[in-house]
């Protein structure tokens, strides 16, 4: 049977005019119909917080579905956010002075070849009922937020950038009136962002930053060089130092998580790969590392 009568009778048999019996032979036997789309984020949670002293709220957000809360342990859900051009979620952050202020970072920072860029920063005054667009818009992808716990206006954000080019909004950026300015304090260079931001519960002028050297293209990723790595500021952000004390300063670094025990702050683990170790701590607030 030729090509061209071979695609004739796949077409009617689509169109449900041919015989159930008729079968395509030859070349075309084997063919099957499969989905080619549509081809977007989802099914992956990238952001989740809760509400010390109200272990029944959360908030969950997602990589194309916007941002979900629950009030009751999570046998109930409500889309409290769905932007149509802002359903990637990258980081959620509450107000420690009032859980109702909540700082929403768009743009799932987990770089994969069908991540979804974000909108910039949101600010709801209400516990999610509504939303206040709040600025950087060309963030692409955020990582985290961190408020300051004794003013809510006062808000730093991790910047990882577009992952698919170039950019110099890429870095640690703060606002101290509620989103109206913007300052980008930390950067490094257009192609390294920032993969994390983390504030000393003990003291909210100590802050420690991750940056990772990241960028898509179609058939791979460039994923960290000797420009990331952890970054401290003591002074609320106005400067910044790269720290070393035992942490690779010639090695190529990946991305960078931080997190401060609450118990004893200075006490610090990272997650940041690199040819001797994965997992780091601090004793000391991060002027000393081991592996």
Request: aromatic share 8%.
């Amino acid at each position: 049977m030729k090509a061209r009568s071979v695609a004739a009778l796949l077409l009617l048999t689509f169109a449900g005019a041919a015989p159930a019996a008729a079968k395509p032979t030859g070349p075309f036997a084997n063919l099957k119909f499969r989905n080619l789309g549509p081809a977007v984020s989802g099914g992956r949670v990238s952001a989740t917080i809760g509400i010390p002293g109200k272990p029944g709220v959360y908030y969950v957000g997602t990589a194309g579905a916007g941002l979900w809360k629950t009030t009751d342990d999570g046998l109930k859900w409500d889309n409290v956010f769905k932007h149509g051009d802002a359903a990637s979620i990258g980081a959620v952050a509450l107000a420690p002075s009032d859980s109702k202020k909540i700082w929403l970072g768009t743009g799932e920072a987990n770089a994969r070849n069908d991540v979804l860029l974000g909108r910039g920063v949101y600010f709801s005054p209400d516990g999610g009922k509504t939303w206040q667009f709040k600025g950087l818009a060309d963030a692409g992808l955020i990582s985290n937020i961190a408020v300051n716990p004794k003013d809510p206006d006062t808000v730093y954000v991790a910047v990882l950038g577009n992952p698919w080019k170039p950019t110099t909004t890429r870095g640690v950026f703060v606002t101290t009136d509620g989103g109206k300015n913007w300052k980008k304090v930390l950067y490094v260079n257009d192609t390294t962002g920032a993969s994390d931001i983390e504030m000393d519960p003990s003291n909210s002028n100590v802050l420690l930053a991750g940056m990772w050297t990241e960028q898509r293209r179609p058939w791979t990723q460039i994923n960290g060089s000797t420009d990331g790595g952890i970054w401290k500021s003591t002074d609320g952000g106005r400067t910044w130092n790269k720290l070393a004390g035992g942490l690779p300063t010639n090695d190529p670094t990946d991305r960078v998580r931080i997190a401060f025990a609450p118990s004893s702050p200075s006490t610090v683990y990272a997650t940041m790969p690199t040819k001797k170790c994965i997992l780091w701590g601090s004793t000391d607030s991060g002027s000393n590392w081991k592996c």
